[in-house]
């Protein structure tokens, strides 16, 4: 039976070495799967952060990575990868990998059992990293923006506020220094108790409250962080940082900053061209 791949992302690090586990063939070209691994794999059910890219190497040799993907072998031994994947993750029965594309067929050094050192490409994991935790403490503060507007209890999110990002958000997009938000605001939201017409007669000071909330938590330098429950890819982690309101805890799977002084600042948009969907594009601007 394998064993799940064991990570080391959720503490920063960039840079490891294991052994090949297997080389498959799949839907995706050839991919590689170690023991052990820095990768950030992009999520098959919830694709919000990319998968890391970089390199692995032995001994003088080395092939490119392109962005690393969840991948998963059956009890019976069907393996599987991103898409192709037909469960959701940590359903037993299913072991849980991480999984390294590379172009073409494998070099004759990268073969199950070898010894590879892994690299991960790091300013695109730091840009990631910054977009991830400025995507969290946006919605953070697009939830107290429109705290107001509830006529009913939504539910708390992770500062106690009404959770609008849970009830509305469909889909998170996040890239280097940024990402971007969308979330519904149709018949189950007024439902629910969103006063949708104040929102819309106000749009421009709800992102002026944003941003003057994201200018505030970024000149505290707050530190943050991913805190796993284990040391394997199917393990749940958190992301975690100490805001003057308290620590916020939100599930999450990605990679994040250390401190908000990694930010000059974070700053959002709200756009309802389409008056069903708020679109919310949060830019960070990093310090250097
Ligand atoms: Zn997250």
């Not at 840079?15 to 050839?30: A, D, H, L, P």
């Not at 067929?105 to 070898?114: F, M, T, Y």
Request: hydrophobic share 40%.
């Amino acid at each position: 039976m394998p064993s799940s791949t064991i990570v080391s992302f959720a503490g920063g690090d960039l840079r490891g070495s294991s052994t090949v586990s297997r080389v498959e063939t799949s839907s995706r070209g050839t991919i590689v799967v170690v023991d052990a691994t820095p990768f950030h794999p992009v999520d098959h059910t919830w694709p919000d952060q990319p998968g890391d890219t970089g390199e692995l190497s032995a001994e003088g040799n080395v092939v490119r990575v392109a962005e690393a993907v969840m991948a998963a072998v059956s009890d019976e031994g069907q393996f599987a990868v991103g898409a192709d994947i037909p469960v959701k993750r940590g359903v037993e029965g299913w072991t849980w990998l991480v999984g390294h594309p590379i172009d073409g067929d494998a070099p004759s050094w990268l073969v199950e059992g070898a010894r590879v050192e892994l690299s991960v490409d790091a300013p695109r994991r730091a840009g990631l990293s910054r977009g991830h935790t400025a995507c969290h403490l946006a919605s953070l503060a697009l939830d107290i923006a429109l705290g107001d507007l509830w006529r009913k209890d939504p539910g708390a999110d992770a500062l106690g506020n009404p959770n609008f990002e849970a009830r509305a958000n469909q889909s998170s997009r996040i890239h280097e220094d940024g990402a971007v938000d969308e979330y519904r605001l149709g018949k189950s939201l007024r439902r629910a108790g969103f006063d949708t017409e104040t929102f819309v007669a106000t749009l421009g000071e709800r992102e002026a409250a944003i941003n003057a909330q994201l200018a505030t938590w970024v000149s505290t330098g707050a530190s943050s962080g991913v805190a796993p429950e284990g040391p394997a890819i199917v393990d749940r982690r958190s992301w975690h940082c100490e805001l003057p309101e308290g620590d916020a805890e939100i599930l999450c799977g990605g990679t994040h900053v250390e401190s908000l002084s990694e930010f000059v600042s974070i700053s959002v948009a709200l756009d309802l061209t389409d008056p069903q969907l708020l679109v919310m594009t949060t830019k960070a601007v990093p310090a250097v």
